[in-house]
């Protein structure tokens, strides 16, 4: 006879094999047509609200792996909220203004010398445009659900007059001013940076030692004598005016071979190994201070060079005496200023030398340094020259060398404020904790931040100048330019008259004529992106300030943490956000940052057409994305894996769900003692992902994922329960009550995966019985919640002591088998000698289902044979089975063959087959 036909075998629609490559570009056009998103704010009307404000990304060029974590964690965070009751918003948005888009057009063949600014601005418009629909298609392909139809971009003219707002408040308040101040210059391109654009890398710079004689030494020092300086930018020799000293240092008058020479007194054993000098010979010490005024002449130009005093000079290289050109320098810039001394810059904005250099104009500051090195020999003034490697500052667009020029710029007062701050940062949480400490040490010491730029692309500062020069900042000039460019869009400001964005009938005392000017160099971008807790969270329906979170790259502490909370405080006099998530870099596998160069870059769209989004989506959630995270081809092929692990699972479940309704679903009260554990053990996994969930400890959930399934499931219940499934009535209480715990398993498991899988999940939902009933999308629906179950504290303790003995059961299983004394589990019989711990297995039935054995006999005070296996807990001893095996359960047992009906059939399964299947052929 075919026992097979009686067997409740798994079926189901659900696919072993994922092909998410070609099932998510359908689904999120489904999610897209069905307005996903709105929906998932409307499920939420009247709840609170969670806001994570999306930090915009560059437009420009393709989404790397690192911007897949990024929006990946942001969504992870959006749906998970949502699903626990909050109206999550998620407005995606770009940073569109800055040099890259005018150098993407200069590649492009477009001279922005040849056009007008307007002009230009229109042309980076339609670019920025452009590179926001493209990146959009990518990240919409990672499945990140949000507003993307309505994103925010900083171009745009609402946006821009909300930062015009911003800037007008925050100059009311006193904190922007324009001056002529030494900052980071790149001549790369040709403009002002930030602290936030620049990076630093190891150069190899020439290293002088240049005499400057003594000219005037104010009764301490002598005119034959001369003071040494050592510098690693000859470049800026011809800018020198000063010399600076410490004045709590001394310092030596030192003879040696025909010279007198002036360095620090702690430095000249130092100095006689670099010099190589000979018998150098101290005349005498003189104290820092008595050096100050102390007149000394240029090397090769004919002027002076004065000698002043500074805290800032120290033993840690050079001489004690430091080369002061107060156009090159912040230390230089304020000891000049404090000495009244000129700010000498003879660079340009291309970086090349002025007339104000002579002998050295036109050449490119680089250039000059060899020379300056000459004409210092030719002049007898240079005493040593080496090489010197060390860090310095970069463009971080351009990647070229910036230096510091002195220069007029509009700046942002943070010290006016600083205190404000750094409150403010006390007030936020930091994730991790330590983003508290490192905002406020970028802080605590920022004095200015110059927030004007030499460009075309970006927003234009709102200023005027009268006939004076004054320029003029007022609530009536800020609010009319505001308004303007709300209506028309920022570019106005280049195609317009002065006289034309002013107020009508606007009139100044600094300009009696009514001739006016107008600024023409624009803001920062991170001043762009640092209005957006302006420009969007008060101007977005349902959007707020301060927001629930922000989440970017740890370097965003320097970036838009840190332009946003400085904005923000000068408004609001409070950070735009409640707490702060920072993650790190991508690296490559071997924990390398990763370089087209060096071709090691994963690209995520290459990657979603082979394994599909959800595998990125996955791997973001294995990793620990506070450190750096490590990603290549084979560990996302390890993720794939777990991947194909968990979704075998779920078809198991499903498989055993065909014939399942939820009107079926069983009591917990009146189930079977292993399916009321399995619903403890699924609690506590329901328990650990939503703790962790909310701690946006992604790690956490994935590992126990990983052991939910892997251990709880597949190696333990699924195991144990397919005698249930398979061989059991099929309206047995053992059953069903099986059914039931896969039920409530998958929808729970379905659910808890929906936030970082969820293309997966919606697949598994259209599977799960009932769920039509529940909602049309998982993703729509609540995480579930844990349910009561009766001494359950009392169930995990037995199981667990359960477990134990099963774990030594399976182990003696093993070594019969290895010994050939059994093949397959169900050809054993398995005696257990239980100690007083352990005697409960007497009063434990279905052992035999538990251990997947065919017989079980429990000893207590029984002499335990000499070859049993001895465990902590009992000891265990496997022989064969006696009996005939069942041709439908497989167990053997002495019953089979009774049934002179069925005789190929153990007695249950004989009873089975004749109850249930009276009506099957079995012929």
């Known amino acids: 006879m075919d026992y097979k036909k009686t067997l409740l075998m798994p079926k189901t629609d659900f696919k072993m094999r994922g092909g998410l490559p070609t099932k998510e570009p359908r689904m999120q056009e489904q999610w897209d047509q069905e307005h996903i998103y709105e929906q998932s704010l409307k499920v939420n009307e009247g709840k609170p609200t969670f806001i994570l404000h999306d930090g915009p990304p560059y437009a420009n060029g393709n989404i790397h792996i690192g911007h897949a974590e990024n929006k990946v964690l942001k969504d992870m965070i959006t749906r998970f909220k949502s699903m626990t009751g909050y109206k999550a918003y998620y407005v995606p948005g770009w940073d569109t203004h800055g040099l890259p888009i005018e150098q993407q057009l200069a590649k492009q063949g477009i001279d922005r010398k040849k056009m007008s600014v307007a002009d230009l601005r229109e042309k980076c418009k339609e670019y920025a445009l452009g590179q926001v629909e493209h990146q959009k298609k990518q990240f919409k392909r990672l499945g990140v659900r949000g507003d993307w139809d309505h994103p925010y971009l900083t171009l745009h003219k609402e946006y821009e007059a909300e930062q015009i707002e911003v800037f007008g408040e925050m100059a009311k308040k006193g904190y922007i001013y324009k001056d002529k101040k030494t900052v980071y210059w790149s001549p790369s391109s040709e403009s002002a940076l930030a602290e936030a654009e620049i990076e630093y890398k190891d150069v190899k710079s020439y290293s002088i030692f240049v005499s400057f004689h003594v000219i005037d030494g104010k009764g301490v020092l002598n005119s034959d004598e001369e003071v040494i300086i050592w510098t690693t930018t000859p470049w800026t020799m011809p800018a020198n005016l000063a010399i600076a000293v410490n004045p709590k240092f001394d310092y030596s008058v030192v003879q040696v071979a025909g010279h007198k020479f002036v360095v620090a007194a702690d430095l000249v054993e130092s100095l006689t190994k670099t010099f190589e000098w000979e018998n150098p010979q101290v005349l005498r010490n003189v104290n820092g201070k008595d050096l100050e005024h102390v007149v000394c002449r240029h090397p090769f130009y004919d002027r002076a060079s004065v000698m002043i005093l500074g805290d800032h000079v120290t033993l840690d290289a050079g001489t004690g005496c430091v080369h002061t050109a107060p156009g090159f320098g912040a230390d230089d810039f304020y000891v000049g200023k404090k000495y009244g001394l000129d700010i000498l810059c003879p660079v340009d904005d291309r970086g090349c030398m002025t007339d104000e250099a002579p002998g050295f104009e036109g050449m490119f500051y680089e250039k000059a340094n060899e020379p300056v090195i000459e004409k210092l020999k030719e002049v007898g003034a240079l005493l040593k020259v080496g090489t010197f490697t060390h860090s310095y500052p970069h463009d971080w667009r351009t990647k070229k060398p910036v230096i510091w020029r002195a220069t007029k710029q509009w700046f942002a007062s943070i010290k006016a404020y600083r205190d404000d701050i750094l409150k403010a940062i006390h007030e936020v949480r930091w994730v991790p904790s330590w983003g508290d400490v490192r905002m406020t040490n970028m802080i605590k010491d920022r004095e200015d931040w110059c927030i004007s730029r030499q460009r075309a692309w970006g927003v234009p500062i709102p200023v005027f100048y009268g006939e004076d020069g004054e320029p003029i900042i007022t609530d009536a000039t800020i609010q009319h330019v505001a308004d303007l460019f709300r209506e028309h869009g920022s570019n106005i400001w280049f195609q317009w008259d002065a006289k034309d964005l002013l107020p009508e009938g606007f009139t100044s005392e600094h300009s009696p004529n009514g001739t006016f000017k107008k600024e023409t160099d624009i803001m920062d971008v991170w001043f762009d992106s640092g209005s957006s807790h302006q420009g969007v969270l008060t101007t977005r329906e349902g959007l707020r300030r301060p927001a629930d979170m922000y989440l970017e790259g740890s370097d965003q502490y320097r970036g838009w943490f840190n332009s946003s909370l400085a904005t923000s405080v000068a408004v609001t006099g409070h950070a735009p956000y409640k707490q702060v998530l920072s993650h790190g870099f991508t690296l490559d596998g071997k924990g390398l940052k990763m370089s087209k160069s060096v071709g090691n870059v994963i690209d995520p769209m290459k990657v979603m057409q082979q394994y599909g989004a959800d595998i990125i989506r996955l791997w973001v959630a294995s990793v620990d994305y506070q450190a750096d995270a490590r990603v290549s081809n084979e560990i996302l092929g390890q993720v794939a894996e777990v991947y194909r692990k968990i979704r075998n699972t779920v078809r198991f479940i499903l498989g055993n769900l065909n014939d399942f309704t939820v009107d079926k679903i069983v009591p917990t009260e009146d189930m079977p003692e292993l399916e009321r554990y399995m619903l403890v053990k699924l609690n506590g996994f329901i328990d650990t992902c939503l703790k962790n969930y909310e701690e946006f400890q992604f790690l956490n959930v994935y590992k126990a994922l990983q052991n939910y399934c892997s251990l709880d499931l597949s190696a333990f219940y699924m195991d144990i329960a397919k005698d249930a499934l398979y061989v059991q009535p099929k309206d047995s209480l053992i059953r069903r009550s099986a059914q039931t715990v896969l039920y409530k398993t998958v929808v729970a498991l379905t659910k808890i995966l929906s936030p970082i899988v969820p293309h997966t999940t919606e697949e598994i939902w259209q599977h799960i019985p009932g769920t039509d009933k529940i909602a049309s999308y998982v993703q729509l629906t609540d995480m579930p919640k844990?349910?009561?179950?009766?001494?359950?504290?009392?169930?995990?303790?037995?199981?667990?002591?359960?477990?134990?003995?099963?774990?030594?059961?399976?182990?003696?299983?093993?070594?019969?088998?290895?010994?050939?004394?059994?093949?397959?589990?169900?050809?054993?019989?398995?005696?257990?000698?239980?100690?007083?711990?352990?005697?409960?297995?007497?009063?434990?039935?279905?052992?035999?289902?538990?251990?997947?054995?065919?017989?079980?006999?429990?000893?207590?005070?029984?002499?335990?044979?000499?070859?049993?296996?001895?465990?902590?807990?009992?000891?265990?001893?496997?022989?064969?089975?006696?009996?005939?095996?069942?041709?439908?359960?497989?167990?053997?047992?002495?019953?089979?063959?009774?049934?002179?009906?069925?005789?190929?059939?153990?007695?249950?399964?004989?009873?089975?087959?004749?109850?249930?299947?009276?009506?099957?052929?079995?012929?």
Not at 846 to 862: A, M, R, Y
Not at 874 to 895: N, T
């Open 786 to 923: 844990l349910e009561k179950i009766a001494d359950s504290d009392a169930l995990e303790q037995k199981w667990s002591s359960l477990i134990a003995v099963r774990d030594d059961v399976l182990k003696s299983l093993e070594k019969a088998r290895d010994a050939k004394l059994i093949g397959k589990s169900l050809e054993a019989a398995v005696t257990l000698y239980v100690k007083p711990e352990t005697a409960f297995l007497k009063d434990t039935a279905d052992l035999d289902k538990l251990l997947i054995v065919s017989q079980v006999t429990v000893v207590e005070d029984g002499e335990v044979p000499e070859a049993a296996d001895q465990y902590a807990r009992l000891a265990v001893s496997v022989e064969p089975a006696k009996g005939e095996k069942c041709e439908r359960c497989w167990s053997i047992l002495p019953s089979v063959g009774e049934d002179k009906e069925h005789p190929t059939l153990c007695a249950h399964c004989a009873e089975t087959v004749r109850h249930d299947y009276a009506d099957v052929t079995l012929d």
